[in-house]
Nanobody, 119 residues
Framework: VQLQASGGGSVQPGGSLRLSCAAS????????MGWYRQAPGNQREMVAN???????TYPSSMKGRFTISRDSAKNTIYLQMNNLEPGDTAVYYC??????????????WGQGTLVTVSS
């Protein structure tokens, strides 16, 4: 599985960015695709994820400003980020989790795209 993320960059506080991630390869029908981020000195944290049926999950701290969407036909996910804050500065990674019927899973990661929020 290969993941290609794009859309990162620099933006002023209050601005918006849209990230994209296209996945290719052996992607199971039973999967979850999502976005994570890692700021310097911090652990990687989940931003949002999406299942093929359209269900989405956000940590409470991410609700409201971040919206994940998915084009399952293209195995592509998007992350719309609004009203960005300096604390959102991080490398954003896309993730695909293939899930077997027994519940075990395999994670794949993209190369990361840097988002910098600064005035």
């Amino acid at each position: 599985v290969q993941l290609q993320a794009s859309g990162g960059g620099s933006v002023q506080p209050g601005g918006s960015l849209r990230l994209s991630c296209a996945a290719s390869g052996s992607i199971f029908s039973r999967n979850v695709m999502g976005w994570y981020r890692q700021a310097p000195g911090n652990q990687r944290e989940m931003v949002a994820n999406s299942a093929p049926g359209g269900s989405t999950t956000y940590p409470s701290s991410m609700k409201g400003r971040f919206t994940i969407s998915r084009d399952s036909a293209k195995n592509t996910i998007y992350l719309q980020m609004n009203n960005l804050e300096p604390g959102d500065t991080a490398v954003y990674y896309c993730n695909v989790r293939n899930i077997w019927n027994n519940g075990s899973h395999q994670d794949y990661w993209g190369q990361g795209t840097l988002v910098t929020v600064s005035s």
